[in-house]
């Protein structure tokens, strides 16, 4: 077994990998110290700042599904090792990650045993040289209150609304139905945000990673800071590892997510609309066009989204003229939840770089973008009753 290891994980070399594969293989001793060891591979990713999404995300990026599914067997296996040797779960997402990942660790096959001896030791050089990333557990002495649900009875309505939108034909009941979802979204934001200065509540900011997966990951990078920022977030991508980190309050996360997604697939089914109609018309530049529209899409939509938050919480502010509860303390509620979420993101990156859109060249393809960020479901309606 060590023979094997030593062979196979620390040479980048094919051969090695075929020699180390061969004699576990050769050994039907080794199947469990082969598990094991892949148990300590997770474990380690875990002390690195890795969560269960980012490592199976990233060997979906990097190798097969059948790494990715082996990768899901060892995460649930080591979750459930006895308590004393695991290290508990550093934050509530994990279970909803764990839950997920649980799906695909019960599809695992196996093939003959030199096959599943060289994808396990492809998948344990992966773990092996992963590098360590800023920690997202909250900060030591300071618990937080907020409690992740990341399948609530408000999300859940949202998220049905906002898949409701995505598939409809009709642009008119994709309207109503994400303006309706994005009206749920500022409520609930203001809502937890009041709620928690009313009860002097000790919550702080959490971080949560997204993949943002090519191609024209720049664009999709812009699009996720933009949804980031007009729900009072801040994100940082990091183009090698194909994820971007948010940073902000747990219900901000949530709508962060959910309306990153929403957006994505209406930008990704307004282009492809676009580009057929174009080819049509005898256009073949595929690829500007798509880079372009996508570039214009991001770009305008975080002017729609950062009008409709100012315009959220300005009619809620105002409520305080009518007497309402609470609602004369939002400014200075929101702007302290502001100052911490600062805090908390440069704590977590006291360096980061600014990066330019490249290859956006196509004056039809930014035109037609804007266009579609115009058309997309982000409006405010009348308050709900």
Known sequence: MDRAFETALYADTDAALDTGASLLAADSTADAELARRGREFVAGAWRRGWQPADAVRFARRELEDAHVRLLARLIVEEHEQPTERRQPSPS??????????????????????????????????????????????????????????????????????????????????????????????????????????????????GACRIGVDPPYETAKAVLLDAVARANRCEAVWNEPLGFSTVVGFEPDLEAVELLYTSLLVQATTAMTKAEAAQRKGGRKRTKTFRQSFLAAYAHRIGDRLAEVAEAQVAETAGAAGTGAEDAGDLLPVLAARDVAVRDRFTHLFPDTVTTRVRGVTDAVGWRQGAEAADRAQVGVRPRLP
Do not use: C, N
């Not at 030791?121 to 300071?142: A, V």
């Not at 859940?156 to 109503?176: D, H, Q, S, V």
């Not at 749920?184 to 919550?203: C, G, Q, V």
């Open 92 to 205: 509530p997402r994990w279970a909803a990650q764990l839950d997920e990942i649980r799906a695909l660790a019960g599809h695992l096959s196996r093939t003959d045993r030199f096959s599943h001896a060289t994808a396990a030791l492809e998948l344990y050089r992966l773990l092996l040289r992963l590098p360590t990333l800023e920690p997202l557990d909250r900060p030591q002495g300071r618990p937080a209150t907020t409690v992740h649900h990341p399948e609530s009875r408000m999300f859940t309505r949202i998220r049905g609304l906002l898949a409701k939108a995505e598939a409809t034909e009709f642009p008119e009941e994709a309207e109503a139905l994400s303006a309706k979802a994005q009206e749920l979204m500022a409520r609930h934001s203001i809502d937890e945000a009041l709620l928690a200065a009313r009860t002097h509540a000790k919550d702080v900011p």
